[in-house]
């Protein structure tokens, strides 16, 4: 019983990490209606600003504040000038951009930082607490608050703010947007950006973990879209209980269910996508999206 | 409908001038013949260079360790080309070039710059990292019958001789490291409950098979628990949880990845499991893992190492440290400490090449591998004494010999009992 | 005329073109013999390191072509073709292992492909958008693993290799140049298939998928089975392209179906030409030159100049490399003819708009589906953006 726990605890931290990331999506998702594949890499990025910053002498925390501020200002004109030539054309070749600009900016780390792995400074402690005879570090359990805590505020923002509306309009529309007089170009860029402060916020929080590397999230990317299309691409709340679901879920099939073991853990989370999305197409949270013809 | 036929044109024009350029350049075959005669100088060989070239991965998840490999060899020649170049067997001194390509760790693109490395007249193929990707090209290596040689993978294929005629493996095949600590545990006469957790690939499952088949018949040693994780993990909290739960007091941990060796040494503590611990060559490093990952709290550190560590304090001052990691910076653009120990193996690639050179009698790829397959005692820059290079065994790589060592809070110290 | 899907009129089509050039088929017959002479050719002049590329550009044009039947074409985003491109690759390296002969080799690394593909779209053509993707994300990701799972079949994680592609003596070629051809006979076949597929009645419906599924289904055009057809199809070309993997490289291990070169793959449809058979060849060639590219200018910033390029390329070309003639076009004609052309300057279309796309490749789409742009603007997908904003 006592491993059983704390397998569930070690999901729910390792869950934690693809939740940073998947709210990020979520956000770009909903402010732009675009899967964002350069999301980890601006992540990383943000984190690399930030270790710069302690390098130059500079507190942890006002390391990661300027390097929040800055992501953000990164990913408003990476929408500007990059994104916004694709966004009336192909999703695909939008899609496409994207992936090239995470190509371009692990690059950029690699000649910068180059490929070896740089410890990152937690702002938590390692030390650990008991919970229910399950041990876990301050650290994941400060990393998991944080979170919840930015899964609220988003949820807010999205249902109950004029902001929220409005970009979720644009993402919607952005004709009909304009049309209504909303700045539709503004707006794009205020989700770009926001997005990208949300997963600089992810990237500080997992690389004491993962430690810096220009490929850090790369897997975590994978598992972030599981737990986004899991959870309903409109819902910041379905994505963090599926990340935790699936990190949960891994573990405890990867040990009680030999035949899986730890090596196909991985085929967990996508035959979960795969079941419900039978079930429900819009995700466990998702809103449903009527088609009209 | 008249739109098409303007690049109808242009395709016409261009297949003329297709076909005329072919009809002009005639055979290109004539020049690469490379079997026959027994003095012409092989591809890649002059009277005053020779040039030799490394697929790697200089990009995607290993291409730190891929960095290393190329920067060792770059800073050993750059050296000694600043000091005139190697003198040959043959009596002529030539400066040595290295060519790198990026392979990004896929055997198709391995291959693929092992074929332009033909077409760009390199001598030989060197200090590659990655079991498929030198793989992959292997066969191809041995029909064209240029050298793969000292090589970065412990895959015994490649120092099997009959197999692999043109192939010669450099760092210990993996089933010797793994060997050499369960030979430690077997003899230390104590009763040991062992869990083992490996990558799930030829590394891990290398290792285990040598720490396996070294306690075979040790009565005193037990198996008590063995997961496996995969490379491209982001967690091992489970597998430990799993293997903590066993009561082992000896892990081997057959792990390559550097934030996983860190994380599993921080999470054992925290599960409270803290047992003496094993790690392979490559993710031992003191400075970069052992120091974060806090492992002063265990019982011991073990790990197996050919090479003297130049994070460690006890070789701060040893000259050979010094001369490298100025080499690395002066030669090959590598300014910091190196963070895998892929970048002093290479180093000794680059030592063990020169006396390959220095000892081949004709500038030919025939008369290089048999000087290369004649190397013995040979004490390379940065070897551990106790450890020398010796290409004279057969189904063994260049370097076979290992040292079990322990941590001792700062760097290591070789140890010949176990506790 | 409401079902302009239906096979007669579709297949009447292309013949009443063609008669509108009677001096242009002579030309087109000569290019195209000219074409057929100089790849037949080529492999006995070029250097081996030439024919290796080409061999291997063959090998991913493949992939990249059954890429864009189901992407480019149906507009169903998959993220997995690499899979099949390594299921193919491991069982031509069983059967050549089992001593199997060649043929039959071929004709079941392109059948077990399909069949796994089309088992697989069977169920992900129920969901719609980004489900599919993840679904498709699936099978590399797991696949990796599986690979090394089942040892006995793929050699595991040291992987496989398998000679089958030595030059027989009696041909009195070198290996590159027999391999050339073994690649050659496939791709131009895979090529000419797919054309003829593409400009079918296939095609077209796989064009109104991707413009409308709703739009399909009222055509009596089943969006689920044109799904499943184009994903099956373009399995059987991933599994072909496996075995042309096999024929050049002789070697296969897990790494060959990882997740990152399925998106190369995707990054190289569409930098090629996404809905564009040419485009495909053109994405090959891309997927393999621009790393021997990158290697050159430096091995130590592959990354960066590879992102650097696809991000220029785009941002010149957002409907991909094949474009490249008809925007040459559009702007010397434009200098040309500015005082009154209006023909020129109005239909000058958002980059990469959808129904611009296949224009090249049949001029009449546009007057088979009169409706197809009004109806698009009432259409809001799960995705988001769509392309007639």
């Known amino acids: 019983m006592g491993t059983f726990i704390q397998l569930v605890v070690d999901g729910l931290s390792t869950g934690s990490i693809y939740a940073a990331l998947a709210l990020a999506i979520v956000l770009v998702n909903q402010a732009t209606g675009l899967i964002n594949f350069a999301q980890g890499g601006l992540a990383v990025l943000s984190g690399y600003v930030a270790y710069a910053f302690v390098q130059a002498g500079l507190p942890l925390v006002v390391a990661i504040i300027l390097a929040v501020a800055l992501s953000f200002v990164l990913g408003a004109l990476a929408e500007r000038f990059l994104v916004r030539r694709f966004e009336r054309g192909d999703p695909d070749t939008a899609v496409v951009v994207t992936i090239g600009l995470l190509t371009l900016i692990t690059g950029i780390i690699a000649v910068i930082w180059s490929y070896n792995n740089l410890g990152f400074p937690s702002l938590f402690p390692l030390t650990s607490v008991d919970i229910l005879g399950a041990v876990v570090s301050v650290r994941s359990l400060a ?89 309903g691409l409109s819902s910041p709340i379905g994505c963090v209980v599926a990340a935790w679901a699936i990190g949960v879920l891994e573990n405890l099939v990867a040990v009680y269910v030999p035949f899986i073991g730890h090596d196909l853990k991985i085929a967990v989370p996508f035959a979960l996508i795969f079941v419900i999305l039978i079930l429900r197409p819009q995700g466990l949270f998702g809103r449903k999206v009527v088609v009209r013809v | 409908m008249r739109k098409n036929t303007r690049p109808r044109g242009v395709l016409g024009i261009v297949a003329v001038a297709a076909v005329i350029a072919l009809s002009a350049s005639g055979c290109t075959r004539g020049g690469t013949n490379q079997g026959g005669g027994s003095n012409a100088a092989s591809p890649g060989i002059t009277d005053s260079s020779i040039t030799l070239g490394i697929t790697t991965p200089l990009s995607g998840a290993i291409a730190g360790q891929g960095t290393c490999t190329v920067a060792g ?98 760092v210990p095949i993996y089933q010797n490291e793994g060997a050499a600590f369960g030979k430690l545990i077997a003899g230390s006469g104590q009763p040991h409950k062992v869990a083992i957790l490996s990558q799930n690939d030829d590394y891990g499952k290398g290792y285990v098979q040598g720490f396996k088949d070294a306690i075979k018949g040790a009565s005193n040693v037990s198996v008590v628990g063995e997961q496996t994780y995969e490379a491209t993990d982001t967690s091992v909290d489970a597998q430990l949880t799993q293997l903590a739960s066993s009561g082992a007091d000896v892990f081997f941990d057959a792990m390559s990845i550097t934030p996983l060796a860190i994380a599993s040494l921080q999470k054992a503590q925290q599960l409270g499991w803290k047992p003496s611990w094993f790690l392979p060559s490559n993710t031992s490093s003191p400075a970069a893992i052992l120091g974060p990952g806090g492992a002063a709290a265990y019982p011991g550190i073990y790990s197996v190492s050919f090479a003297k560590a130049p994070q460690s304090p006890a070789f701060a001052k040893d000259p050979d440290v010094v001369k490298f990691l100025a080499d690395l910076k002066q030669y090959a653009k590598y300014p910091d400490m190196p963070a895998f120990p892929h970048c002093m193996w290479s180093y000794m690639v680059g030592a063990t090449l020169e006396q390959a050179f220095k000892t081949m009698t004709e500038p030919t790829r025939d008369s290089f591998m048999t000087a290369l397959r004649n190397v013995k005692g040979l004490q390379a820059p940065l070897m551990l004494s106790g450890t020398s290079v010796d290409t004279t065994t057969d189904g063994q790589p260049a370097v076979s010999s290992v040292l079990v060592q322990k941590y001792d809070g700062k760097g290591y110290a070789t140890v010949q009992n176990f506790g | 005329m409401r079902n302009p899907l239906s096979a007669k009129p579709l297949s009447v089509e292309p013949q009443s073109v063609k008669p509108v050039a009677t001096g242009n088929r002579t030309v087109r017959i000569v290019v195209l013999v000219l074409v057929a002479v100089v790849l037949l050719l080529a492999p006995l002049n070029l250097p ?70 089309l088992l697989v779209a069977l169920a992900a053509a129920r969901l719609g958008g980004l489900a599919i993707a993840m679904v498709t994300i699936a099978l590399p990701i797991v696949g990796v693993p599986l690979a090394k799972r089942l040892e006995g079949f793929t050699g595991g994680s040291q992987g496989i290799s398998a000679r089958f592609t030595d030059a027989p003596d009696w041909s009195g070629l070198y290996n ?148 490249l003639p008809r925007v040459l076009r559009r702007i010397t004609g434009r200098n040309r003819d500015r005082p009154g052309a209006p023909q020129r300057t109005v239909p000058a279309p958002a980059p990469g708009a959808g129904s611009e796309k296949q224009a090249d490749q049949h001029q009449t789409e546009h007057q088979a589906i009169p409706d197809q742009t009004d109806q698009q603007q009432t259409i809001q997908h799960q995705t988001g953006r769509q392309d007639q904003a």
């Open chain 2, 73 to 170: 060899v770059t800073a050993y020649f750059g050296a000694l080309n600043a000091a005139g170049g190697v003198k040959f067997g043959d009596g002529k001194t030539r400066t040595v070039n290295i060519k790198s390509y990026d392979d990004g760790y896929d055997p198709q693109k391995s291959l693929a710059n092992f074929q332009q490395m033909v077409s760009d007249n390199v001598f030989a193929a060197t200090a590659g990292l990655g079991t498929p990707t030198n793989r992959a090209f292997r066969e191809a290596a041995i029909s064209q019958k240029v050298p793969q040689v000292l090589v970065m993978t412990g895959d015994p294929l490649f120092s099997d001789r009959k197999q692999s005629p043109w192939q010669l493996g450099f």
């Open chain 1, 143 to 231: 990393t998991t608050v944080t979170i919840v805590v930015i899964m609220v505020v988003l949820q807010l923002l999205f249902l109950r703010t004029k902001l929220g509306l409005a970009l979720r309009a644009v993402a919607d529309s952005p004709a009909s947007s304009a049309l209504s007089g909303l700045p539709v170009g503004r707006l794009l860029m205020v989700g770009w950006g926001l997005a990208a402060a949300l997963g600089a916020v992810a990237g500080v929080l997992v690389a004491p973990q993962l430690t810096l590397t220009p490929g850090m999230l790369d897997t975590a990317l994978v598992y972030a879209l599981a737990a986004v299309i899991l959870g």
């Open chain 3, 176 to 323: 590159d140049q027999w391999q050339y051809y073994i690649i050659l006979l496939v791709t131009a076949a895979g090529f000419l298939l797919a054309r003829n597929l593409v400009r079918g009645k296939y095609g077209r419906a796989f064009g109104v998928v991707k413009e409308n599924e709703a739009v399909a289904a009222s055509m009596g055009v089943s969006p689920y089975r044109t799904k499943v057809l184009a994903f099956t199809v373009a399995s059987i070309f991933g599994g072909a392209s496996g075995f042309l993997y096999l024929a050049a490289v002789q070697y296969t291990s897990p790494e060959t179906l990882s997740f990152g070169h399925s998106i190369s793959l995707l990054a190289a449809m569409v930098i090629g030409g996404a809905g564009s058979i040419a485009g495909s060849l053109i994405g090959g060639a891309y997927y393999v030159l621009v790393p021997l590219l990158t290697n050159a200018v430096d091995p130590g910033l592959t990354t960066v100049s590879q992102g650097a390029i696809l991000l220029i390329v785009l941002f010149l070309l957002p409907e991909g490399l094949v474009s």
């Open chain 3, 48 to 117: 081996p390191f030439a024919n290796q590329t080409l061999v291997r550009i063959g090998v991913y044009a493949v992939a990249v072509l059954g890429l864009n039947i189901v992407m480019g074409y149906t507009g169903q985003v998959n993220l997995g073709q690499i899979f099949f491109v390594g299921l193919g690759a491991y069982v031509t390296a069983y059967g050549v292992k089992q001593g199997w002969n060649i043929l039959l080799v071929f004709v079941l690394a392109c059948l077990i492909a399909g069949v796994v593909g």
